[in-house]
DNA sequence: ATGTCTCAGCGTCTGAGA
């Protein structure tokens, strides 16, 4: 089973995009976010034409996410993330497919830091925590996929001092994001490829896509228990090369069924 | 400060967010 997540930075205007490599990649399940889209202009339809069920929370100009399954409708298990009822935005959808739960993730960028922003990102991650453990200790198989919006490690960024002040490496993102892997959920990329710099993430700015100045920012976390499960992880990088591609690249992995 | 891209709105440019 191939499980993917794409930030599509605007799910209409790239629906094109999105549908080539779903042809070519054949994902089982993948989760989107940035729809940028109310629920009411959310492409059910040609999802649907294209043999994908879909969930999905959107909003106006900003955020949303969904969840799509092959021959199938995903199973709604949330719509948001607890612990905060002021919280409107829509960053965080989970849904049960094929025996697993998938939640489709889009934490704050955090910009400017510090600052409001940067404190209601590591909130949300301090709430995505606690929701995890609850999940996790459910027993039930589970994948966290989406933007995290953190660069973990110097390794997930190319070498560069343009980024020092950036929410996306601050040592307070990589500790809440840390934390939140703790010694349970399986960081699935970096699993199957330990030393290797992968990036998901390319910077509309500056030349960054044919610089290949890059961070990984899009993670799939597997609960313990779907450990031997996994067989392959990768980046579909050549997605971003495209004419008008979104800024991210889609992730994936491949679970034995 | 800049670079790119896109969208919404007291709109054919500007500010905001990523």
Redesign the pocket.
Known sequence: MLIATFNIN?VN?RLENLLAWMRKAKPDVVCLQ?L?AEDWAFPADKLERAGYGAVWKGQ???NGVAILARGKKPVLTRKQLPGDHEDGQARYIEAAVNGIIVASIYA??G?PQPGP?FDYKLAWLGRLHQHATVLRKSGAPIVLAGDYNVAPTDLDIYPTK?WENDALIQPESRAAFKRLVGRSWIDAMRRMHPNERIYTFWD???NRWPRDAGLRLDHLLLSPNLKDRLSEADVDREVRGVD?ASDHAPAWIRLRT
């Open positions: 605007n205007r940035e940028k106006k100009t900003w704050p960028n910009n922003k343009s509309y700015m500056r008008g």
